[in-house]
């Protein structure tokens, strides 16, 4: 059996979806990297919402996946950017999610932590910034859950310099009751980060990240990094005090990050560990081992397909993530908070499909295919 999908000149071209998937059994936590996935949300399809409306979420099957992503020894990043902060969830939608989320990681022993923002306020002055992120980090922290604190596109607006930003961050640091995660997100994931950490140059930027982890090693477990780079970030963990972990948020070149090299390794916490988790899974497990050429031969494939969805505008990337769910059986719908799954092209869905179908990421093929063929026929392509 065959389908034919579009390609990006608009051209109908032939595939034949294969017919097994890649078994990947559940597991344990890993012995030898520190592995997070985001984790999208699924939107409730039946809810009378406008794109514009709080979000309307299906908790239910929100849920169910992070189960899924946990019973493979993957923790959960919770209600970072993959999860739509800033496009589409709102911070009440936020802060629900946090307290199912770490409620059921309690009930089901999945390691979780959560993103601490100030999506609450769209501007503000230093005090207001200030006072929107100690909110969030008091919902994280009373759920139970380790903190991550994200970039501020209220902060980035409002800071005149590095100094603002290690007032703010030292300040958070030093009430903090646990060690958090510090997040670097570049501005292809958000172009309101532009210029974070108080300047557009890149070691400017660095040097006053490094300034705060330095002042406070004891309050922070590790960073996120999310700049597409991954020379700066092998650069920049090797910069990194004793006992501060890398976590690569580098869709583009993780293989090789987590890999490391003789002089260390990144840990990770990804978005393309949400549709790669029991694959990603395996791998790591390959890599506990010390098989570093096993698990490369694992994850070196899944590159292409990481790459497809997070092309440029790399921020819609949640789109393709939600896609590969539906096609997956983790939701059955193809709807998403704010509409956001109108955000690519058909031809952008057909080639994910290809990819994530050739790497045996759908648990039921057959399904995969019908739920791809429904997708053509809506467009007016006879599949």
Same mark, same amino acid.
Request: one cysteine or more.
């Given at each position: 059996?065959?389908?034919?999908?579009?390609?990006?000149?608009?051209?109908?071209?032939?595939?034949?979806?294969?017919?097994?998937?890649?078994?990947?059994?559940?597991?344990?936590?890993?012995?030898?990297?520190?592995?997070?996935?985001?984790?999208?949300?699924?939107?409730?399809?039946?809810?009378?919402?406008?794109?514009?409306?709080?979000?309307?979420?299906?908790?239910?099957?929100?849920?169910?996946?992070?189960?899924?992503?946990?019973?493979?020894?993957?923790?959960?990043?919770?209600?970072?950017?993959?999860?739509?902060?800033?496009?589409?969830?709102?911070?009440?939608?936020?802060?629900?999610?946090?307290?199912?989320?770490?409620?059921?990681?309690?009930?089901?022993?999945?390691?979780?932590?959560?993103?601490?923002?100030?999506?609450?306020?769209?501007?503000?002055?230093?005090?207001?910034?200030?006072?929107?992120?100690?909110?969030?980090?008091?919902? +994280?922290?009373?759920?139970?859950?380790?903190?991550?604190?994200?970039?501020?596109?209220?902060?980035?607006?409002?800071?005149?310099?590095?100094?603002?930003?290690?007032?703010?961050?030292?300040?958070?640091?030093?009430?903090?009751?646990?060690?958090?995660?510090?997040?670097?997100?570049?501005?292809?994931?958000?172009?309101?980060?532009?210029?974070?950490?108080?300047?557009?140059?890149?070691?400017?930027?660095?040097?006053?990240?490094?300034?705060?982890?330095?002042?406070?090693?004891?309050?922070?477990?590790?960073?996120?990094?999310?700049?597409?780079?991954?020379?700066?970030?092998?650069?920049?963990?090797?910069?990194?005090?004793?006992?501060?972990?890398?976590?690569?948020?580098?869709?583009?070149?993780?293989?090789?990050?987590?890999?490391?090299?003789?002089?260390?390794?990144?840990?990770?916490?990804?978005?393309?560990?949400?549709?790669?988790?029991?694959?990603?899974?395996?791998?790591?497990?390959?890599?506990?081992?010390?098989?570093?050429?096993?698990?490369?031969?694992?994850?070196?494939?899944?590159?292409?397909?990481?790459?497809?969805?997070?092309?440029?505008?790399?921020?819609?990337?949640?789109?393709?993530?939600?896609?590969?769910?539906?096609? @997956?059986?983790?939701?059955?719908?193809?709807?998403? +908070?704010?509409?956001?799954?109108?955000?690519?092209?058909?031809?952008?869905?057909?080639? @994910?499909?290809?990819?994530?179908?050739?790497?045996?990421?759908?648990?039921?093929?057959?399904?995969?295919?019908?739920?791809?063929?429904?997708?053509?026929?809506?467009?007016?392509?006879?599949?």
């Amino acid at each position: 059996m065959t389908i034919r999908l579009p390609d990006a000149q608009g051209r109908l071209r032939t595939y034949e979806p294969r017919t097994e998937p890649l078994t990947v059994r559940p597991g344990s936590a890993f012995t030898s990297r520190t592995v997070f996935s985001a984790a999208h949300v699924v939107a409730d399809p039946y809810a009378d919402v406008s794109p514009d409306a709080p979000a309307a979420v299906d908790w239910d099957a929100t849920l169910a996946f992070r189960r899924h992503l946990w019973s493979h020894g993957l923790g959960v990043a919770e209600a970072m950017d993959t999860a739509q902060r800033g496009m589409g969830l709102d911070w009440a939608g936020a802060a629900e999610l946090i307290r199912r989320s770490a409620a059921e990681a309690k009930a089901v022993g999945g390691r979780i932590a959560c993103g601490v923002g100030t999506d609450q306020i769209t501007s503000g002055s230093l005090a207001e910034v200030r006072a929107a992120y100690e909110e969030q980090l008091a919902v +994280v922290e009373e759920s139970g859950a380790q903190a991550i604190l994200m970039a501020s596109r209220a902060l980035a607006a409002t800071a005149k310099g590095p100094e603002d930003y290690l007032e703010i961050y030292g300040h958070l640091l030093r009430q903090s009751a646990e060690p958090v995660i510090l997040h670097w997100l570049g501005p292809m994931f958000d172009p309101a980060l532009e210029g974070y950490w108080g300047s557009t140059d890149l070691d400017a930027a660095t040097d006053t990240f490094l300034e705060v982890i330095a002042a406070h090693p004891d309050k922070v477990d590790g960073i996120k990094v999310s700049l597409l780079d991954a020379q700066r970030e092998i650069d920049l963990r090797r910069r990194l005090p004793q006992g501060v972990r890398c976590y690569t948020g580098d869709d583009f070149h993780y293989p090789e990050l987590i890999a490391g090299d003789d002089q260390g390794f990144s840990h990770a916490l990804l978005g393309i560990f949400d549709p790669l988790g029991p694959l990603a899974a395996e791998a790591v497990r390959v890599l506990d081992t010390g098989n570093v050429d096993g698990f490369r031969s694992l994850l070196d494939p899944t590159v292409e397909l990481s790459r497809h969805l997070f092309q440029t505008p790399t921020r819609f990337y949640k789109t393709g993530v939600v896609f590969l769910a539906w096609l @997956a059986g983790h939701q059955s719908h193809f709807t998403m +908070v704010g509409g956001l799954q109108s955000a690519r092209s058909l031809p952008h869905f057909a080639r @994910a499909y290809e990819l994530a179908d050739g790497l045996g990421l759908f648990p039921d093929p057959k399904l995969a295919e019908e739920r791809m063929r429904t997708l053509l026929h809506l467009y007016g392509v006879t599949p």
